[in-house]
């Protein structure tokens, strides 16, 4: 079993930058692939990035690419989502997901409860 906690979220202007972190108790952090999800209202949950249980592989959706970083620290059971370049666009509430490495929510077994985040123009 594992918890997360996502915490960072909060409103920026367009261009700024934002820190997501997400915090793991329980066992076995290191051996789960994490993810970062994010729903707008009125939107379907989609794919922002994942990184592998070492953090040495990870994948971003287009929309972000280049300017969100996916890192982890198993040394503190933390795994971050560095936004910079922020848009509009980027708003939604953002999760945190522990399973296997996939663009599919599907793919993983437990969630945070998400942190907003909300870009003005």
């Known amino acids: 079993q594992v918890q997360l906690v996502e915490s960072g979220g909060g409103l920026v202007q367009a261009g700024g930058s934002l820190r997501l972190s997400c915090a793991a108790s329980?066992?076995?952090?290191?051996?789960?692939?994490m993810g970062w999800f994010r729903q707008a209202p009125g939107k379907e949950r989609e794919f922002v990035a994942s990184l592998n249980w070492s953090g040495g592989t990870t994948y971003y959706a287009d929309s972000v690419k280049g300017r969100f970083t996916i890192y982890r620290d198993n040394g503190k059971n933390t795994v971050y989502l560095q936004m910079n370049s922020l848009k509009p666009e980027d708003t939604a509430v953002y999760y945190c997901a522990a399973g296997s490495i996939s663009t599919s929510p599907s793919r993983y077994n437990y969630w945070g409860q998400g942190t907003q985040v909300t870009v003005s123009s």
């Open positions: 329980g066992r076995s952090f290191s051996s789960y692939a």
